[in-house]
């Protein structure tokens, strides 16, 4: 017998060489109904494993991320075979499951696949899941595995054959097809009942482009129609909302072949978004006790060798800057971080001096591939909200968890109240992805984990994700349309310091060394700015959107009444301007309604006696006929409900 827990802590005793699905029966015949994939010691497995120790189990259902996985990767297959059956001589090559459903790779000898092709694959690949074929892993020896894919000429799968160990090799079957695979897929075919190819796109084999070009065929699958008819409409509702269309539309920013791939170029009325969001983000700053600096876009390759950076980011981001000076080098400046370094070392402080808080809104770049760019969120070159905090060992909790109330603060003033928060720490199973001490790193890891409990945050823990220098908390924020991002980030660090030699004089007069917090509320202003314009589809909030309100004469005579209109609520500090062109009211508010104007001031002889303007909101509602000062009144009320003081 063995014994299995679960993940309620419970233990129930098997004959070995049970499987997750018979545990999953011994529990209910509901849940064994639903149960899809599974994970036993840490290991992704078939519901159909035999189990022969005892372990931890954890089963899934379509409704965990998991569950989603296994799905989705095992779909890849039922396409990948209907590409074979479909385009003979086709070479495959991985098809991993991804975010929100998977792709395949495949290497096409002979013609192409185009939106027109998609149709045709998608029913051959129902038909095969419909057959309700089982997915059974078997081991294979490396020799058999090479012969089998030098047998189809697939050199894609030889090489990677030729990189695992003999021992390891795993192939997946089901129905007539075979694929080399690691495992983590779903009992059979037949659970898949709706499929859409997307879209297609090149990619280059390994990532490498030097070597050769593959066609990546994207897809989604779903274990019922309605589902998938759900999802879809969720992605025409999303390329509206595409902060490229809408930036274009709402003329925020441009990009520029002659300027460079992935450096936006800010519109004036972009250019006023951001100094809004930086104007309010130093207001809150100020009050948090943060001193505002300026750094250079550049700095000697020497500080970000001793940063760390260099290793990091420099053989795959923007080649160093040669002087006239021989052996002079200069990088554009990665990250902002080893500047505020030596800000700090510009003095020597002392315990009663500190925390030093050094925030800057600065601007870094780092050379992201052509294919991996996308609009403003993924740039080459994007501006942080950076703040470093340079305190003593006892005062990383409170400083922390005031971090946490700061970008609370920023989340809820812009609308992002659905989010969880993530702790990212070190992978244990790769140390040299990471620099800085074992001890070091658990005193940091404990440090963020606290303060996450101790402010009632919602939040898991997450192998892996740390950054290279220290673990940090993200705010992973669900948008209108349900997707996750990260927005916000919170990272301690004792290794910079170290790197460095910062010091401060403690109460018995001996050198300490400070710790170092990095936060950065927003993330970068491109990126959040992007997410913002997708969450809100444009429509911002009213005290940070371009354009309060627009005025619309009736007709000429009416400017004049509108000019003084304007100026008043410029006194009032409300954002308007007065659209006096030619053409019909109808017009013009139709424009104003695409423009996502948020209040259309309809002025004629009626409230020019009266001394009126009659209101019309953004969406149609019709306010009638109110007095500037009323309109006002209304506006600082409805901003002073979401712009709430830090």
């Known amino acids: 017998m063995i014994k299995i827990t679960l993940p309620d802590g419970s233990i129930k005793e098997f004959e070995q060489g049970t499987t997750p699905m018979v545990v999953a029966k011994s529990i209910s015949e509901g849940l064994a109904r639903n149960v899809i994939s599974a994970k036993f010691n840490d290991t992704v497995v078939e519901t159909s494993t035999p189990l022969n120790e005892d372990g931890a189990l954890i089963l899934y259902t379509w409704n965990d991320k ?150 990546r065929v994207y897809g989604i699958s779903f274990p019922k129609q309605k589902e998938l008819t759900e999802y879809l409409e969720l992605l025409e509702e999303a390329k509206k909302r595409d902060h490229r269309k809408l930036g274009k539309e709402l003329e925020l920013f441009t990009f520029s072949q002659k300027v460079g791939q992935g450096l936006p170029l800010w519109l004036p009325k972009g250019a006023a978004l951001r100094e809004r969001l930086e104007d309010f983000l130093k207001k809150a700053q100020k009050k948090a006790g943060y001193e505002m600096v300026v750094t250079p876009h550049i700095g000697q390759k020497e500080l970000y060798v001793t940063s760390g950076h260099y290793e990091k980011y420099g053989a795959d981001s923007f080649q160093p800057i040669k002087t006239p000076k021989e052996d002079e080098e200069f990088l554009l400046k990665p990250m902002n ?21 050094y925030a800057e809104f600065g601007t870094v770049y780092r050379y992201e591939q052509s294919g991996e760019l996308h609009g403003l969120t993924r740039v080459r070159g994007f501006t942080q909200d950076d703040a470093h905090i340079f305190c003593t060992p006892n005062q990383v909790d409170q400083e922390f968890k005031n971090v946490i109330d700061l970008s609370l603060y920023v989340l809820g003033s812009l609308g992002f109240d659905n989010f969880t928060a993530q702790v990212s720490v070190r992978d244990p199973e790769n140390p040299d992805k990471y620099i800085g001490t074992k001890e070091n790193w658990e005193k940091a890891e404990n440090a963020i984990i606290n303060a996450a409990k101790e402010k009632g945050l919602d939040f898991v823990v997450e192998e892996g994700e740390a950054a290279f220098y220290g673990p940090k908390l993200d705010f992973m924020v669900k948008d209108a349309l349900g ?164």
Request: glycine fraction near 6%.
């Open 337 to 357: 971080c080893p500047h505020h370094c030596e800000i700090y070392n510009a003095k020597p402080f002392s315990y009663r001096e500190l925390p030093k808080r």
């Open 66 to 215: 998991e569950g989603k996985t296994a799905f989705w990767h095992s779909t890849s297959h039922i396409v990948a075979q209907a590409l074979e059956e479909l385009y003979p001589g086709v070479k495959l090559t991985i098809g991993p499951a991804i975010e929100n459903g998977f792709y395949y790779d495949v290497d096409l000898p002979d013609g192409t696949i185009s939106e027109k092709d998609f149709q045709r694959i998608e029913q051959k690949a129902i038909d095969i899941a419909r057959g309700k074929h089982d997915f059974n892993m078997r081991s294979v020896s490396k020799s058999d595995a090479l012969e089998f894919y030098k047998s189809e000429g697939n050199e894609y799968k030889v090489e990677l054959i030729e990189n695992l160990e003999d021992g390891t090799i795993t192939f997946c079957d089901h129905d007539t097809f075979t694929d080399l695979c690691r495992g983590g897929h779903i009992p059979n075919t037949g659970i898949v009942k709706a499929i859409k190819i997307l879209s297609v796109a090149g990619a280059y084999w390994r990532g490498n482009e030097n070597n050769p070009q593959l066609t």
């Open 483 to 646: 997707r996750q991002w990260q927005l916000g980030t919170i990272q301690v660090d004792y290794t910079l310091p170290e790197r460095f030699d910062l010091t401060y004089k403690g109460s018995d007069n001996e050198l300490h060394r400070p710790i170092m917090i990095h936060r950065a509320p927003f993330g970068s202003m491109e990126r959040f700015i992007a997410l913002l314009l997708e969450h809100t589809g444009g429509n911002f909030p009213l005290w940070l959107i371009p354009e309060q309100a627009i005025i619309l004469p009736v007709s000429e005579k009416h400017e004049k009444y509108a000019e003084k209109v304007l100026k008043s609520l410029e006194n009032n500090e409300i954002r308007a301007l007065i659209d006096n062109r030619s053409e019909t009211v109808g017009k013009k508010i139709r424009e104003a309604e695409m423009n996502k104007i948020p209040f259309m001031l309809i002025v004629g002889e009626n409230d020019e006696n009266e001394n009126t303007i009659s209101v019309r909101r953004h969406g149609g509602e019709d306010l009638g006929a109110i007095s500037i000062e009323q309109f006002t009144d209304l506006v600082d009320t409805e901003i002073n409900s979401t712009l709430k003081s830090f």
